[in-house]
């Protein structure tokens, strides 16, 4: 007991701060028309369920400019048969299979040790699952903090340049043995440049590549890592810009080139992709309900006539957010049109309207929704010929209860065309999302 006593008052001097802070956000969905018959065909049923999420974060500084952060996660369905323990142990009811009082499997999302001007140098080092979050999260998202990384970030800040430097390691499905190898891996490296620039117009620009590389032997494919598709090894190149000509007008700009490996046979076989955006937002800051006006375009290459080398992978689920909650597209073979603006009529209340037009960027190519975001997307692929894949109309109501609750009531609809009518698919799908969220 001294012991303990001991090392418990030497280990709580050396914390200068301990932070505790979470969330928990419970989610609401009624979907209709976006299913899959089983036959590949569009099913005309509906779903309705609510998913919550709850999470719980310590931060604690340390001495010597030392932050430890850890983020406990726990995620379901209501009324799921997820008992953490199956036995009748407390039940009442020896013929009882569960547990009375149902658990969450918990997680770690987040898990790293921050070291802040390592070595008194301009350089900061995050080591540990953390978020990564780069331009407007086209390549690397930290979106809704739903995709997160085993890494080794070490940012170094020359104002106004700063370097991020990223080691990841994305699969490991390595085992011991006699004989160890780096089979069965797939690392990520990642350098990102920022250049922040004052008193112009142009107020920032980024470069950045990225490289994802296989084991010597044994290369991996993981459909939760993307760029591992078809065990492929792509290297990125990019550069993105902000553009602020006006004080109420807001412009992006950002351009990709992938290339490298396929996976696939032949092994000559490389990517020569591009992924490009272009977008803007205008702010009525003196006319009342402050109207925001916005648009914004996507382009991810497509590969056309059987030939996958064009088609652009994309690197990360839920990359730039949603471009529409219901089609919720993958950032492949794809062009995506969107028109928006909202407006506030109460100082708590928004109101708004997306418009969003999806063609194929080859029709000979493979486009469709993203089935890792959120509840999946459309669980029908366009696989017609023609270039036209839809439409989507999105109007949503955000709710601010107070600082830390609010609410989210969205309507979504999606009008199917040439893509998905030639291939079966032409009834208008459906979706309706309420959210509750309370920070604390």
């Known amino acids: 007991l001294v012991a303990l006593g001991g090392l418990t008052s030497k280990t709580f001097a050396d914390v200068q701060n301990i932070r505790l802070s979470g969330d928990i956000r419970i989610r609401g969905y009624f979907i209709d028309s976006a299913g899959n018959d089983g036959t590949g065909a569009q099913a005309s049923g509906n779903a309705s369920f609510i998913s919550q999420r709850t999470r719980v974060s310590v931060e604690a500084d340390l001495e010597d400019h030392v932050l430890v952060v850890v983020t406990l996660r ?22 009882f299979n569960g547990n009375i009082n149902r658990g969450w499997d918990v997680g770690v999302n987040e898990a790293y040790v921050q070291f802040n001007e390592l070595f008194y140098t301009p350089a900061t080092l995050k080591l540990g699952r953390q978020y990564l979050q780069y331009g407007r999260g086209l390549i690397i998202s930290s979106v809704e903090q739903e995709y997160n990384y085993d890494a080794a970030r070490l940012v170094l800040d020359y104002y106004p340049l700063t370097i991020d430097l990223v080691g990841a390691e994305l699969v490991n499905n390595q085992g011991f043995s006699p004989t160890p190898t780096h089979a069965g891996a797939s690392d990520l490296l990642f350098v990102n440049a920022r250049y922040e620039l004052s008193d112009s117009a142009l107020k920032d620009v980024e470069a950045y590549f990225g490289w994802v590389s296989q084991g010597a032997s044994g290369p991996v494919t993981s459909s939760r890592v993307p760029p591992t598709s078809n065990s492929a090894s792509p290297l990125i190149l990019g550069v993105r810009a902000d553009i602020n000509p006006l004080d109420a007008l807001q412009l ?14 032949p092994a000559d076989h490389s990517l020569s992709a591009l992924l490009f955006n272009l977008g803007g937002k205008y702010t009525l800051k003196n006319v009342q309900w402050v109207p925001v006006l916005n648009g914004n375009y996507i382009f991810a290459s497509g590969g056309g006539k059987g030939n996958v080398d064009g088609s652009f992978v994309p690197w990360f689920d839920y990359a730039d957010g949603y471009n529409g909650y219901l089609f919720a597209p993958a950032l492949t073979d794809i062009h995506i049109f969107n028109l928006g603006a909202s407006v506030k009529p109460y100082e708590n209340t928004t109101l708004a309207l997306q418009v969003y037009y999806y063609l194929k960027a080859d029709k000979d190519g493979v486009a469709g ?16 010929t023609s270039q036209d894949i839809g439409w989507e109309i999105d109007g949503i109501l955000g709710y601010d209860y107070s600082k830390d609750v609010r609410a989210q009531l969205v309507y979504g609809a999606f009008v199917p065309q040439g893509a998905y009518r030639s291939a079966g698919t032409s009834a208008v799908a459906e979706e309706v999302r309420a959210e509750v969220n309370v920070k604390f």
């Open 252 to 265: 992006w700009v950002e351009g990709a080139y992938e290339f490298g490996a396929d996976g696939t046979t």
């Open 369 to 384: 929704s993203n089935p890792n975001v959120d509840f999946g997307g459309m669980s029908v692929a366009p696989t017609g």
């Open 74 to 95: 726990a995620e379901s369905l209501w009324g799921s048969d997820n008992e953490s323990v199956h036995n009748a142990s407390g039940a009442g009811n020896a013929g």
